[in-house]
């Protein structure tokens, strides 16, 4: 059991509360950094039974703002600094791409500072992402892959992402970064498409809904499960050296193929008609339509095909992805199935 304090940043978020619940099973004292808003949003934590934790402590913290990040660190101590906070949905990046780069590209921004005054030894890790790599420049992506963003969050996830590379150069700060491939579980927030189409087909499944309205179903992600990766997050700051790691299952899959195993997930066989903007998915044995294609959805600017290779954190954190998307698919379903039928709200 360690003795370390951590900061985690994000933590009513989906990876701020399965890290939270892994440090705390190694003995960490965790500060969980959250923001202030009207109405409190700890659900994720009590899902995990981890919200009265004796070793959890939430504190205020204003991403935007360097005095709160100096404060957060004089206060707690840390020996690891797990920056998770950001507006991380990519399609209200293309509607707020102000407020996006403020918290996402300048939120990182101010820890980095903070550390650098108060106490340059704290280990940094800043959540990088597989949007970074964006329009495909090479598949499969690794570390070494060219950058070609194509979101306003992409690009502020960028800036954030060099900061931690030139703190890291310039000062001698252990900044590491994990450039993250899409990972989901049955605490993603709804508003990410693999958690839209599971909540779907459980109201589908319990008649609670007929049609499930999305945007392209072509984009294809290397989807893996969130608790797998909060592991690497910590393995990336245990070893000697700073460095950047993908985190990748090094398979891809379309939305629209999601889509398929989550509803046979649940004995209903879909027939895809039409294509493009009118594109339909049938149940097979009822003749109704149960997705279809809303061009609402599409975004401005779109990431066609990730797929991520993770040699290098196989080879130097000992880290692989543990379980199959239709491991991942099914627990997701089976979790909204419980949720929709007892009709709660999260
Ligand atoms: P979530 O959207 O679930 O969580 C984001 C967290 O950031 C929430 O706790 C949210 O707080 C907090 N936050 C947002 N804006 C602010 C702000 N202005 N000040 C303080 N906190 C803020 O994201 P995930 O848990 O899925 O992702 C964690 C991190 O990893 C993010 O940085 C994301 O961009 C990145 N990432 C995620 C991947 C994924 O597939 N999940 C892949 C690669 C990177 P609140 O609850 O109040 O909204
Ligand atoms: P992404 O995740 O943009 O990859 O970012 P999201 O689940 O939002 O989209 C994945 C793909 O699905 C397509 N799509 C839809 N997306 C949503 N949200 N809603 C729909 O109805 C819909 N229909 C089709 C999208 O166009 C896209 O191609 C996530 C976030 O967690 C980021 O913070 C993280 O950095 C990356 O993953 C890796």
Not at 170 to 191: A, D, K
Not at 318 to 323: A, R, V
Request: net charge neutral; with cysteine.
């Amino acid at each position: 059991m360690t003795t370390k304090n951590a900061i985690i940043t994000g933590i009513t978020g989906q990876d701020g509360a399965y890290l939270a619940d892994l440090l705390l099973s190694k003995g960490y004292k965790i500060y969980g950094a959250y923001r202030r808003t009207s109405s409190v949003n700890f659900w994720r934590l009590e899902y995990l039974g981890i919200d009265r934790h004796p070793n959890l402590h939430l504190v205020e913290y204003d991403l935007t703002d360097l005095g709160s990040a100096i404060r957060l660190l004089q206060k707690s101590e840390p020996h690891e600094v797990y920056n998770l906070a950001a507006q991380s949905f990519v399609g209200v990046s293309f509607d707020k791409p102000v407020t996006t780069g403020e918290i996402t590209a300048l939120g990182p921004l101010n820890l980095l500072e903070a550390i650098r005054i108060v106490n340059p030894s704290i280990r940094f890790y800043q959540a990088s992402t597989s949007e970074m790599f964006g329009k495909v420049q090479e598949i499969p992506q690794n570390e070494n892959t060219p950058f070609y963003p194509r979101s306003p969050y992409g690009v502020s996830k960028l800036f954030a992402h060099w900061m931690t590379v030139n703190y890291r150069e310039s000062y001698g700060i252990f900044g590491s970064s994990g450039i993250l491939f899409n990972h989901e579980s049955p605490l993603r927030g709804r508003e990410f498409v693999t958690r839209k189409i599971t909540d779907g087909v459980a109201r589908i499944r319990l008649d609670k809904m007929e049609t499930l309205h999305l945007g392209n179903l072509d984009a294809k992600r290397d989807w893996g499960y969130a608790k797998d990766y909060v592991e690497g997050m910590w393995k990336i700051l245990q070893i000697d050296t700073p460095d950047t790691f993908v985190l990748a299952t090094g398979r891809t899959a379309s939305v629209r193929d999601f889509v398929t195993l989550a509803f046979k997930s649940v004995d209903i066989n879909v027939l895809w008609e039409g294509n493009e903007d009118a594109e339909k998915g049938i149940n097979i044995a009822t003749g109704k339509t149960v997705v279809s294609v809303n061009p609402r959805f599409y975004r401005p600017a779109e990431v066609e095909l990730l797929i991520g290779n993770a040699e290098k954190a196989k080879q130097i954190l000992g880290w692989e992805h543990k379980t199959s998307l239709e491991e991942l698919c099914q627990m997701m379903v089976e979790a909204d199935l419980k949720r929709v039928d007892y009709g709660f709200s999260f």
